[in-house]
Structure formats: structure tokens, C-alpha cells
């Protein structure tokens, strides 16, 4: 049974940072593209950032460009999303997400983790 399991969400205020975790299991990591999504009620998932299968490419989203950074660890089966210059902006549910192959900024990704929430206060 493939698991997702994201971690190290909280309150942060605006400026701070943290770094989100995926801890995976059921799977060979190293054979997915790996994502991260975010989600606020009531709307649509947003893509922030992903990476290929070996960690050598990423992609992010505009709004995180420069303050994310999406890392993995084949050996350990997890992946980190170090977020900083946080804003009351990023403030949702954050989820992973692995998929197939190669990476996509849509979320047709076929695991997903339950979320992790991430509140920023201003």
C-alpha cells in the first residue's frame, strides 16, 4: 500500500520559514516525479513546486520562485519543501504527491499525502 505522509506544517509568522517533509512507503521513489500542491478552501489545487525523478530538475510555481525550494532523497524515500520569506499568501493545506514519470505542474498525479497545514500570520 503506497503512503504519502507530509510533515512539519504549523503557524509561522510572516518572514519565517519551514521546511515540509513527504515521507513515502509502498513505493520506488526513485520511479516518480514528485510534487507539491497547496490547496485553500473552497478552490482549486495550486501547483508550487516539483521534482524529476533524480533531483537534478525542478519547477516552481511564479508565486514561489526564489523563496521554495523542492529537494528529495532516493536513499531515505522522502522529500522536503524548505519554504522561506513565507507570506500570509501561503497560507493553505500543503500536499505531495508522486507521479509517474515526468514531472507536471498539473495535478493528474496519481498518489497523494492527507496535508499538511501551513498558516502564516502577517
Known amino acids: 500500500q503506497v503512503q504519502l505522509v507530509e510533515s512539519g506544517g504549523g503557524l509561522v509568522q510572516a518572514g519565517g520559514s519551514l521546511r515540509l517533509s513527504c515521507a513515502a512507503s509502498g513505493l520506488t521513489l526513485r520511479n516518480y516525479a514528485m510534487g507539491w500542491f497547496r490547496q485553500l478552501p473552497m478552490k482549486e489545487r495550486e501547483f508550487v513546486a516539483a521534482?524529476?525523478?533524480?533531483?537534478?530538475?525542478?519547477n516552481y510555481a511564479d508565486s514561489v520562485k526564489g523563496r521554495f525550494a523542492i529537494s528529495r532523497d532516493n536513499a531515505k524515500n522522502m522529500v522536503y519543501l524548505q519554504m522561506n520569506s513565507l507570506k500570509p499568501e501561503d497560507t493553505a493545506v500543503y500536499y505531495c504527491a508522486a507521479r509517474w514519470g515526468l514531472v507536471s505542474r498539473t495535478p493528474d498525479y496519481l498518489y497523494w499525502g492527507q496535508g499538511t497545514q501551513v498558516t502564516v500570520s502577517s
Open positions: 521534482v524529476d525523478l533524480r533531483g537534478g530538475g525542478t
